[in-house]
């Protein structure tokens, strides 16, 4: 996976509500039909990195099955760091695109 | 780094460990839920998550300062590892204390005499105004400053903020007790304040206390107060009796007061009260000047040079129209610490060779120590300790050793300086200033570090460089041996030990270089026989007495008389001044040259003597003869003159009989009677001067030199012992009870203190070479006696395959000699590129001299021999059959 682009794939997921580090994992490749694959354990110093910042906070509560499990939600700075590292990545994409693909060829 | 995150990290991993574990629990279900059974699912879930140590870990350090820990862990362990290997610990230490306490020593002289800023506010503003002057075809690097002088300047300067001048002179306390002779530090009223600092007690001189005729005031310094007046407050106001004058004391000096002139503390401190109407020939003071702020040297050196016109127009009337003046103004402490500085810079230099020598030997402790280390080391790195991490541990032993060693070498340098500051040798100036401030410790601290690095960096880079194979494996393959020791290990260890040996044997050859100097000092003809056997007494005159030349040469002649018939004495005389005093410089005209307009004569040394002094001196009257009482009283104008004068002015001894000379440029001519040997009146080492010698007579022929005392010279073999003083005080107290004695010396000491600064380097350079061989030798023996365990094996299969002892014997002493070989070449060839720096110490030797170099080796090679030939006989003693066994 390439670098600092866990960051960007955890608050994304956050963003649909809060979550535990196992279902972050499993929403990530799941979401990726299966093309990126987390490695579960480094997830958790992603985590721990993210929140040491501020842009995730984190609570424990129950998980479906009755196990007691840590949950992670946005924080409004998160959410702000999710746009941005979202607008860089989609800009990072078009400018790689371009030069793999550029428009003249796409014409022939 | 957060420091609350930093706090709760502890808390913060149990929380880390049980999310990780509510992970398992969360994918196990999951993993049940479709289908594995719960073992395989507990497995599988652990496969997914990774080593959850790991994440744990990583966590954890984004927390910590991990640095910060590791070395206080470091620390922890470093400690642990000295604790548990005193032997080795306590050699390490007391070698490296001393190699830094010996450095740190030296630096505090350094610091204390040449580095550290005069004790006043702002010095570098204090400068000495001085004049070189070109006299004829003599160059003089200080031309005395006149109370004309200062006049002058003091109405015309544009760069000085205060401005004073100086000069020491004795003076007679008397109604304290016994009469006592002190050192009187004259001044004019401008000295004092431009020192900068206030007076302990009292005041400085008023203008009106400086006026020839006001109400005689003196100030105390620091040390006679506290000796004479248990530095009693209510000494201020009091009267005392100084050179039969009553003074009052109005203020005491502070205790930090230095003057340029080592081994003289003042007592008193006088106002001078010129008189501007005497003649201007009183060249007898040194000038001080506090610079106005933003002055520079030069500027103040051109602001002399834009005066002395205004000076030469208003005098050169007076004697001066031969006179080059040229201004030569420089920093006052260029004045206080004169050329001592280079002399400690180069013992500074000899001594750190020292703690050089002591980090090769800590050094290669160290890599007899990695070896035994092997095994904890290469745990240390199969359970995942990196290279960093292993050195990092390491280096912090080894500052932990230099840093105790530092430790210990603060106490031996404290002690040392107690010691040399107990000696208060003449030759330093500054003696009060030597402590060991926060610039020493400073520099202690530099040391020890950087020497805790070279020597702690050795065993690593030896030990664990990319070539060796320190790994377990490699460890246990190595059959319990570190893998990489073997040959690589035994070539540093060999390296080491050939740079003691050469760093030794520098050390060794300068201080035999100081010790053949201190020889040909010895042998040097000073001029004078059996100097042990000439007592010498000064008794201080009172002013009363000195202008009444007529009394004064009477009194003289009685006290001679008297001195002159204590048993025991067998020749006296006087003079004004003694061998090694120096005498007054003087120009001195030869009839028979002449000399163009403007050019003078040089200046020469002229002693006034009392019939006898050569006789008393045992020095020869090499033509013509001695003068006699009758010529002294008549005032009959006779000299004798030195060898050398004489050789240098008509290329003749006995030709020189009859000729006459004038002394200074005025007065009558004198004719020569007598040539005498000559004396090295400028110390051992320096060549001896042309010296002019006349009867000390009622009239002062040579301006108006100020009055001095002479001193009595006595040949007898009872010097120095009790009765013999006791004898000498009676005599003069017959005379004249109230005449304080000073300079009671013998002639001997005179000389012995010309030879300080070679005695005084001799001393240094000795220990440090003394020390050099002890840990020269002790570098030889551990390397020796280590080679001599390991190859312990080896050595029981050859004597047990029938070598002969013998052999085993020869071969670890051959060993020990090849490499005190070797490094004794290279020595010699370091110590012939470096004894040059040193050849101003030198006298009567070359730097690179064979017979010192050859001694220096041999001494090394006598000590080699003996450092290997222990631990070899210990190899011979090997029992074959034990060693066998055992392996």
Not at chain 2, 295 to 300: F, I, N
Not at chain 2, 550 to 579: F, K, M, W
Not at chain 2, 583 to 590: E, M, S
Request: proline share 6%; aromatic share 8%; with cysteine.
């Amino acid at each position: 996976m390439l670098q600092g682009t866990l960051d960007m794939l955890v608050l994304r997921t956050l963003v649909l509500g809060p979550a535990h580090g196992q279902t972050i994992a499993h929403a990530i490749e799941r979401g990726s039909q299966d093309v990126l694959q987390v490695e579960h354990g480094s997830l958790y110093p992603a985590l721990h990195r993210l929140q040491n910042r501020g842009w995730i906070a984190s609570f424990w509560g129950t998980s479906e099955n009755n196990r007691k499990a840590k949950y992670y939600r946005l924080t409004p700075e998160g959410r702000k760091q999710l746009a941005a590292q979202k607008s860089r990545w989609e800009q990072l994409v078009r400018a790689i695109s371009r030069i793999m693909s550029p428009p003249s060829e796409q014409k022939q | 780094m957060n420091w609350r995150r930093f706090i709760q990290r502890t808390q913060t991993d149990a929380e880390q460990e049980q999310e990780l574990e509510s992970y398992l629990e969360i994918t196990t279900d999951e993993y049940i839920a479709r289908g594995m059974a719960p073992d395989e699912a507990r497995r599988a879930a652990r496969r997914k998550l990774g080593n959850p140590t790991r994440i744990r870990e990583e966590i954890y350090q984004m927390n910590t300062a991990t640095f910060v820990e590791g070395t206080f862990q470091d620390l922890r362990n470093a400690a642990r590892m000295l604790r548990l290997n005193p032997a080795f610990s306590i050699t390490a230490i007391l070698t490296l204390a001393l190699g830094i306490g010996a450095t740190t020593a030296m630096f505090s002289v350094v610091n204390g005499v040449v580095i550290k800023p005069l004790p006043y506010p702002d010095s570098d503003a204090l400068v000495t105004v001085t004049h070189s002057a070109v006299f004829g075809n003599v160059r003089g690097r200080d031309f005395p400053f006149s109370p004309q002088m200062l006049a002058v300047y003091l109405a015309n300067n544009q760069t000085f903020q205060q401005f004073g001048m100086w000069r020491p002179d004795f003076a007679a306390i008397t109604g304290l007790g016994d009469p006592e002779r002190a050192i009187a530090f004259l001044v004019t009223q401008g000295f004092l304040p431009a020192l900068g600092v206030q007076p302990a007690l009292g005041r400085w001189f008023s203008p009106a206390d400086d006026q020839p005729g006001a109400p005689e005031t003196m100030i105390l310094s620091d040390g006679y107060w506290h000796r004479r007046f248990g530095g009693d407050p209510r000494v201020i106001g009091r009267i005392i009796t100084v050179d039969s004058r009553l003074r009052q004391v109005i203020g005491v000096m502070p205790a930090r007061f230095i003057i340029p002139i080592p081994g003289l503390a003042p007592d008193l401190i006088l106002p001078l009260q010129i008189n501007l109407a005497q003649p201007p020939g009183d060249f007898n003071y040194r000038a001080l000047a506090r610079l106005k702020p933003g002055v520079t040297a030069p500027q103040a050196n051109a602001d002399v040079g834009r005066m002395l016109p205004i000076y030469l127009g208003r005098y050169a009337g007076h004697r001066m129209d031969a006179l080059h003046l040229l201004p030569a103004v420089r920093a006052f402490k260029e004045d206080v610490v004169g050329d001592v500085g280079q002399v400690l810079w180069v013992l500074l230099g000899s001594i750190s060779i020292l703690l050089l020598i002591a980090c090769a030997n800590v050094a290669n402790l160290l890599l007899v120590r990695a070896q035994d280390r092997g095994q904890e080391l290469a745990v240390r790195a199969a359970l995942g300790a990196s290279w960093g991490h292993i050195a990092r541990s390491l280096i912090v032993e080894s500052l932990m050793l230099s840093l105790l060693g530092a430790l210990i070498s603060v106490g031996l340098t404290y002690g040392g300086l107690q010691v040399l500051v107990a000696r208060g040798p003449a030759y330093l100036p500054r003696l009060t200033e030597i402590t060991i401030d926060s610039s020493v410790l400073a520099f202690t601290l530099a040391i020890s570090v950087v020497s805790g690095l070279l020597f702690g960096l050795i065993p690593i880079v030896k030990v664990m460089g990319p070539k060796s194979a320190w790994t377990l494996a490699g460890f246990v393959r190595g059959g319990g041996r570190w893998a990489s020791g073997g040959k690589s290990q035994h070539r540093s260890q060999d390296a080491l030990v050939v740079v003691q040996v050469a760093l030794a044997l520098v050390l060794l050859v300068s201080s035999g270089l100081m010790i053949r100097t201190f020889q040909n000092l010895r042998r040097v003809d000073p001029g004078f026989a059996h100097p042990e056997e000439i007592q010498t007494v000064r008794p201080v005159m009172p002013p009363g007495l000195i202008a009444h030349p007529d009394r004064l040469v009477r009194t003289e002649a009685q006290i001679l008389e008297r001195l002159a018939a204590i048993p025991g004495v067998t020749s006296a005389a006087y003079t004004n001044s003694l061998p090694m005093d120096r005498g007054i410089a003087v120009i001195v005209y030869p009839e028979s040259k002449t000399y163009a307009a403007g050019e003078l004569p040089p200046t020469r040394t002229v002693k006034m003597i009392s019939p006898g002094l050569f006789r008393t001196l045992q020095t020869r009257v090499i033509a013509g003869r001695d003068v006699d009482w009758a010529e002294l009283y008549n005032e009959r104008n006779v000299v004798l003159v030195s060898e050398s004068f004489a050789r240098e002015t008509w290329d003749t001894v006995a030709g020189a009989i009859g000729k006459r000379i004038k002394l200074g440029t005025t007065g009558s001519w004198q004719e020569v009677i007598g040539v005498v040997g000559d004396i090295r009146d400028n110390g051992a080492d320096q060549k001896a001067p042309p010296i002019v010698y006349c009867p000390a007579r009622e009239q002062q022929m040579i301006g108006p030199v100020s009055p001095v005392s002479v001193a009595f010279t006595l040949r007898s073999n009872r010097t120095g012992t009790e009765g013999f003083l006791s004898d000498i005080r009676k005599a003069v107290a017959a005379v004249d009870p109230n005449l304080p004695l000073a300079s009671i010396n013998t002639v001997a000491a005179l000389y012995e203190i010309s030879m300080e600064r070679t005695s005084f380097s001799l001393v240094l350079l000795g220990i440090a070479g003394g020390l050099a061989l002890l840990l020269g030798i002790v570098g030889i023996y551990g390397v020796l006696a280590y080679a001599v365990m390991q190859r312990q094996r080896e050595v029981g299969i050859r004597l047990a395959l029938g070598a002969q002892p013998g052999t085993v014997k020869g071969m670890f002493v051959y060993r020990g000699m090849i490499l005190s070989g070797i490094g004794i070449a290279l020595g010699m060839a370091v110590a012939a590129g470096l004894t040059r720096l040193m050849s101003s110490l030198l006298f009567g030797v070359r730097p690179v001299d064979a017979a010192t170099f050859a001694a220096a080796a041999g001494v090394l090679v006598v000590a080699a021999l003996a450092a290997s030939y222990i631990p070899a006989r210990r190899a011979a003693a090997v029992d074959p059959v034990d060693t066998l066994r055992g392996q």
